[in-house]
C-alpha cells in the first residue's frame, strides 16, 4: 500500500464544505494517513492555494507531529504549540493555525494539503513560516503524499 492522506470530510478533488471555510466555521478538517515508509520519525503538513491571485496563499503550516500518529483531528487548536510536541507556523494571515478557504470574488480554487515523512525530528520553533520548514526538512524527506480539495464562495 502506498502514503496516503485523506478526510471524512471531503475527497480527493470534490468540495471542501463550507464549514472549514471562513464562510463558516473556519475550523481546520480531519486528517487521516497510512502506510507511512520505515524510518518515519515525524510528519509535517503545509495546506495552501496556489490559485490565489497574488503569490501562493498559505493556509496551514503544523509539523513535528509524531511518528505514530495517524492523523489531525478536526478542529486543531490555533496555539502556536500542541499537544506532543506538535507545532504550528505562521500561515498567509500571519497567524498560527489553520485559516480555512476564502477565495475572492467566486472563483473556484484549490486547496492542496501535503503530508510529508520525515527520517528526523525537525528543531524548529512554533510559528516559523512555509519557507522554513521547507527548509529545514530539505533532504529529510523519505515520502510525500497530499489530499486536494476545491472551494468556491457563494
Given at each position: 500500500m502506498a502514503f496516503g492522506l485523506e478526510s471524512t470530510a471531503f475527497k480527493n478533488g470534490g468540495s471542501i464544505p463550507k464549514?472549514?471555510?471562513?464562510?463558516?466555521?473556519?475550523?481546520?478538517?480531519?486528517?487521516?494517513?497510512a502506510d507511512a515508509p520505515n524510518g518515519t520519525k515525524s510528519f509535517a503538513l503545509i495546506c495552501d492555494d496556489?490559485?490565489?491571485?497574488?503569490?501562493?496563499?498559505?493556509?496551514?503550516?503544523?509539523?513535528?507531529?509524531?511518528?505514530?500518529?495517524?492523523?489531525l483531528k478536526e478542529r486543531?487548536?490555533?496555539q502556536e504549540a500542541l499537544e506532543e510536541?506538535?507545532?504550528?507556523?505562521?500561515?498567509?494571515?500571519?497567524?498560527?493555525?489553520?485559516?480555512g478557504p476564502c477565495p475572492p470574488g467566486r472563483t473556484t480554487h484549490r486547496y492542496i494539503f501535503r503530508l510529508y515523512a520525515l527520517d528526523v525530528k525537525l528543531d524548529l520553533r512554533p510559528g516559523r513560516r512555509k519557507?522554513?520548514?521547507e527548509k529545514a526538512m530539505r533532504g529529510h524527506i523519505l515520502a510525500e503524499t497530499q489530499l486536494m480539495g476545491l472551494y468556491a464562495r457563494a
Open positions: 464549514k472549514y471555510a471562513c464562510d463558516g466555521e473556519d475550523v481546520s478538517p480531519p486528517l487521516t494517513w496556489p490559485d490565489a491571485p497574488i503569490l501562493t496563499w498559505i493556509h496551514w503550516v503544523i509539523y513535528g507531529i509524531p511518528a505514530d500518529r495517524q492523523g486543531m487548536s490555533t510536541g506538535i507545532m504550528q507556523g505562521t500561515n498567509s494571515w500571519r497567524r498560527p493555525g489553520y485559516g519557507k522554513d520548514l
